[in-house]
């Protein structure tokens, strides 16, 4: 008895599988990041964690489309049972949960940081762009993962925006802002714009 | 890094990874409409069986979990807390409280999962349920998520480890988060051009061959339970 059939093997192009590569990776480092890249400042609960220099550097190098489809592989892949949200958990109780609507706002957040630092989908060299372009998509991206945030933390757990704002949000904005100024010295240094930028 | 995959055969390692995202979805859609006491309760017995039959331990599973329990009980804390006398009203802390429970509850259930599903089983599942290329890279993309973040993790603990021996955590927050960022980047983007050219050679395709997924009978129950939580919870929100 055989199973087997057959069909034509339909190849992946050469551009979309470097960009498939590299939206995995961002999305994994997105999740190393999570664990591993967490600094503990002094008299702070709170741990400084690079997961949100994540979601900017994959919408400012990768561009909008495959910086939101690399945060997507992120949170598919978290959902599923990867170990990459914040302390190394998984599955999509924590997508459901009180910390959820930041995690639901980063394919937004990276797509709207890389659609205003090229102006467009086309990518473009963010070392010879004004710093303003970047700086505005961080700034959006901020926006954009505090306000989905914040409104998930206050339906889930039940508690006025208010308190929401102050338990959840106010004590990370501080680091964020800082996260955004290492992204923009990142990007403005060039070091790692040369393995996305066409030779 | 410890609530992962672990093999066994339990009733909920034999069932289709479908079926148990189902319960899973519908629990999650029931413990939103039914968060009275009574109610969670409930939800609390059903916790307990679908662990069991996961032969998931919730002692381990809390002990992973640990870094939300400042959240948990921070919530109804705080908005029991009031300016002026009486400083804490309990009646405002009892919904928070009874929403952090149902938190948890909803933790435990999809910790039940992860510790019942090989990746292999949900890449397989995306792949059939997203139709078309999207799904497929969703698959492949959340299959190389799987592959490189153990890789990933060792590269940013290997950073921090030269860093430290060179006297680097004496250094700033600030800095010592740039160097880490910049090198971490830069580790994994020569990752991805190394792992596109492998995969070129290897005729990277939109259609390889996956594993075969059968619902059977034995998904039956979970499919089941999962109707009627649904049907619950439709009931219970009309």
Known sequence: ?199 | MTLAYRPGDSVGHRLDPRSKFAVQVSFVVAAFVYTTPWGLVWLTALTGVLMAAADTSPVVTVRELRYLVPFLVGAPVLQGLTLGTPWFVVADAVPPALASYRILLVLFVSAAYVRTTPVRASRAAIQRTVPGRFGRFLGVGVALVFRFLPLLQRDLARIRDAQRARLGGQRSVRDRARLLAVAGFNRAFRRADRLALALQARCFAWNPTLPPLRLGRRDLPALALAVGLSAAALYGAV
Do not use: C
């Not at chain 1, 954009?144 to 959840?168: K, M, P, R, S, W």
């Open chain 1, 1 to 199: 008895m055989s199973d087997t059939t057959t069909s034509d093997v339909d190849l992946v192009g050469d551009e979309t599988t470097l960009n498939i590569a590299r939206a995995a990776l961002l999305a994994a480092l997105t999740g190393a990041f999570a664990i591993v890249g967490s600094i503990p400042i002094p008299f702070s609960p709170v741990p400084f964690t690079l997961q949100v220099l994540g979601v900017f550097l994959a919408g400012l190098l990768l561009g909008p489309v495959w910086g939101a489809a690399s945060m997507l592989l992120y949170l598919v892949a978290g959902a599923v049972g990867a170990p990459v949200f914040a302390g190394g958990s998984a599955g999509i109780g924590v997508l459901a949960g009180q910390t959820g609507g930041y995690l639901f706002s980063y394919p937004v957040a990276a797509a709207a940081a890389g659609y205003l630092a090229h102006g467009g989908s086309e990518l473009t060299d963010l070392r010879v762009v004004p710093p303003i372009r970047p700086l505005a998509g961080m700034t959006a991206a901020i926006v954009i993962i505090y306000a989905l945030g914040t409104a998930q933390f206050a339906f889930v757990n039940d508690v006025g925006l208010v308190e929401a704002l102050t338990l959840a949000s106010l004590p990370f904005i501080p680091g964020d802002v800082f996260k955004m100024f290492i992204a923009l010295v990142l990007i403005r240094s060039g070091s790692l714009n040369e393995h996305v930028l066409p030779k």
